[in-house]
């Protein structure tokens, strides 16, 4: 069977394709117009069954026939087939925070997520960086070369905007104003994830994990063994993917995905 | 609203303008989120009526009632005794509390970060919407949580006719006689406005109401066991909230007559989701109308809500007062222990409302327990831990939800309660 798994995120539009065990993918930006962007996606790829997640998972399924599953559910599906081994799930996506504790079973047990403010997301960072005029994918390693941090207080976007622009003009390092920066969500990823209970491994998805600086913060402070999987923006989609196959089929790929190099 | 009563909601004072706006957003949301239901009971179609003439024709009712010389009590809480209320020939209507309506005019007198539903009490009053306020001889406040109380030093000071009620805060010998002194001066409070004396026959014929409402009730509950559920969470979440307002026999009346028809349903096996569909519990803080957010977004998800271990809901209604006694100290000592039993968040400690909710997960055949909280709710938010994790040791999963009246956060719930019914259906 052919299976697809669409994840409609607040930033970005992710689908996965499963054939025999190989994986195709595709990205595009969310825009202002998601159900076209989801359109154009799906167009080029013939599939048995798909699934969609992601904040805009009910709008698609106004429009193609699939079925529906939570993020939660979706990277929870995800994450135990990139990492055999995995029992909590971090995904810090766009505009969301999860944290996810699987049972040895790959069972979905307790979870976290953000409700009222976006704090520390993708979203916050891209901000962030703009602030201090640095692209997003460098913003992690920018942070990494400072030695100390310079003190943020503010988890308000617009506040910590502020801040950022304070602490330069008072001649504060821009790579210590970045370690700041990703300091100051840490404390607020920690206490969710330990409200699900940390385990190792650590599966860490979404966009933000492909920030270095994160990683490595989240490894220090959370004390656990992180493990990235390649394109980790994709783990939702994935597990919407998943979600189609029946059991065997999906222990068949558990810790087997591999992605198809472009 | 089948007739026009612009008159006497002028005569109430209202603002004629921002109360249409009202009813116009109550009666969309009514459409969209309980008559869009399938399969409805035949039965609801009273309750229907009811939200339908909510500030109509139950208003006119009160008002012809206080024409009888019959007085009209205001209340905010389940600690109130209704039965006092009915032995001397009152009316007993609950506030409802349960939208944001005026909450910029609350916000006035009111700390920002108070919970929605005094917020709600203020917002009403301010905003002049509710026919209720308006038409009350007496309004009750109670000591219960720390925001209620002082909240009602403020609202003393915007309505004339306001009575607060003081509470124990401990389940101890001391505490009971607390309770029962105050219900004693509510007592003589209610006979001095009403200028009506309780004795041995109204007080057991008030009794004697409250009591066979509450057993419909608790025939409405035990019928929700079923599987498949032969009634919607929301529709029996609505007659729990209609509880607060309607005639007490016209209710028992019609409660009883759905539950005749949810009779021949559970016989039949047949209900209003499919056997498999996932039963959740409901606990916590209560839904007042127009609250019903959080059971609209379970109900859509495809799982169905059983019970509610709410103060609109079993806590409030649970328990009966033994009328088997002759004398009136006799009879008032047997509703102050029917009211303390009361499981209410503001005692501590209260094992009794954990022993409760274990019950009803088990009565209920619940696969999962939503605990709802208001923001800022510090009573059950503060419990909302201990439950949390005396549930999930049982290995009764559960899921925490603190929000309030706003839709803000609507999208975000319905991710987590979506992943929260996956969980619980495997």
Avoid at chain 1, 181 to 207: P, W, Y
Avoid at chain 2, 5 to 16: A, K, P, R, V
Avoid at chain 2, 280 to 307: D, F, H, R, T, Y
Wanted: charged share 25%; glycine share 8%; proline share 3%.
């Amino acid at each position: 069977m052919v299976s697809a798994g669409i994840d409609i995120g607040s930033r970005s539009i992710k689908l996965v394709i499963i054939s025999n065990g190989k994986v195709t993918k595709n990205i595009s930006e969310t825009t202002f117009d998601p159900l076209s962007v989801c359109k154009s996606l799906v167009k080029d790829f013939s599939y048995d069954k798909i699934t969609a997640t992601g904040y805009g998972r009910h709008l698609f399924k106004e429009h193609f026939e699939c079925e529906v599953v939570s993020e939660i559910k979706a990277f929870a599906l995800g994450a135990k087939a990139v990492n055999r081994a995995c029992r909590t799930i971090l995904d810090i996506g766009g505009q969301d925070i999860k944290a996810i504790s699987l049972d040895q079973d790959g069972n979905m047990l307790k979870f976290e997520m953000n409700d009222r403010c976006a704090a520390g997301t993708g979203r916050f960072l891209e901000i962030m960086a703009l602030a201090l005029g640095c692209g997003i994918r460098d913003f992690g390693n920018l942070a990494l070369t400072a030695d100390r941090a310079a003190k943020l207080n503010s988890m308000c976007t617009v506040f910590a905007e502020s801040e950022v622009i304070s602490l330069l003009s008072k001649g504060a390092p821009r790579n210590e104003v970045a370690l700041g920066i990703h300091r100051s969500i840490i404390g607020r990823v920690k206490s969710m994830l330990q409200r699900v209970a940390i385990r190792d491994d650590l599966v860490f998805a979404g966009g933000v994990s492909l920030n270095s600086c994160m990683v490595r913060l989240i490894e220090e402070d959370a004390c656990a063994k992180v493990f990235v999987p390649d394109d980790p923006q994709l783990i939702g989609a994935m597990g919407a993917a998943i979600n189609n196959l029946d059991k065997k089929s999906a222990d068949e790929l558990t810790g087997e995905i591999k992605y198809e190099r472009e | 609203m089948s007739e026009n009563y612009n008159q006497m909601w002028t005569e109430l004072g209202l603002d004629l303008k921002a109360h249409e706006q009202l009813l116009g957003i109550l009666g969309q949301a009514y459409q969209d989120i309980f008559l869009a239901q399938k399969n409805r009971p035949e039965g609801m179609k009273y309750f229907d009526f009811v939200m339908s003439e909510v500030h109509g024709l139950r208003i006119k009712e009160l008002l012809d009632a206080k024409k009888q010389g019959r007085i009209v009590v205001g209340t905010f809480c389940t600690f109130v005794p209704e039965e006092l209320i009915l032995a001397v020939g009152g009316v007993c209507v609950g506030l409802c509390a349960g939208a944001e309506f005026g909450f910029a005019e609350a916000e006035k007198y009111l700390p920002r970060n108070t919970c929605a539903l005094i917020k709600s009490i203020f917002g009403f009053k301010l905003g002049k919407v509710c026919p209720y306020i308006k038409s009350v001889d007496l309004l009750v406040g109670e000591n219960t949580c720390d925001g209620k109380k002082k909240a009602y030093e403020i609202l003393g000071t915007l309505h004339d006719k306001l009575y607060v009620m003081d509470m124990p805060q401990m389940k101890s010998d001391d505490g009971r006689s607390l309770l029962k002194v105050e219900y004693k001066k509510f007592q003589q409070k209610l006979e001095a406005i009403s200028k009506r004396k309780i004795n041995i026959e109204n007080l057991k014929q008030g009794i004697s109401i409250v009591n066979n409402k509450r057993k419909a009730v608790h025939r409405l509950n035990k019928l929700r066991a079923a599987n498949p559920a032969p009634i919607s969470g929301l529709d029996a979440l609505l007659i729990n909230q209609v509880y607060f307002y309607d005639d007490p026999i016209r209710y028992t009346d019609a409660v009883n007559k759905i539950c005749d028809e949810l009779e021949v349903r559970v016989a039949k096996n047949t209900g209003v989701f499919p056997v498999k569909t996932p039963r959740i519990l409901i606990s916590g803080c209560p839904m007042a109308v127009p609250n019903w957010k959080i059971p609209m977004i379970v109900e859509n998800a495809q799982a169905v809500i059983v019970g509610e271990e709410s103060c609109v809901g079993e806590r409030g209604t649970q328990n009966l007062v033994d009328d088997s006694k002759a004398s009136i100290p006799e009879l008032m000592e047997e509703i102050t222990t029917r009211y303390f039993k009361i499981d209410c968040a503001i005692f501590t400690p209260n094992p009794t409302r954990l022993d409760h909710i274990l019950h009803m997960v088990k009565d209920y055949k619940a696969d999962g327990v939503l605990h709802y909280c208001l923001q800022f709710c510090q009573p059950y938010q503060m419990e909302s831990g201990i439950v949390e994790n005396a549930l999930e040791d049982a290995n009764i999963p559960a899921l925490r939800i603190d929000t309030d009246y706003s839709q803000e956060d609507a999208g975000q719930i319905r991710t987590r309660v979506e992943a929260f019914i996956e969980r619980i259906s495997r």
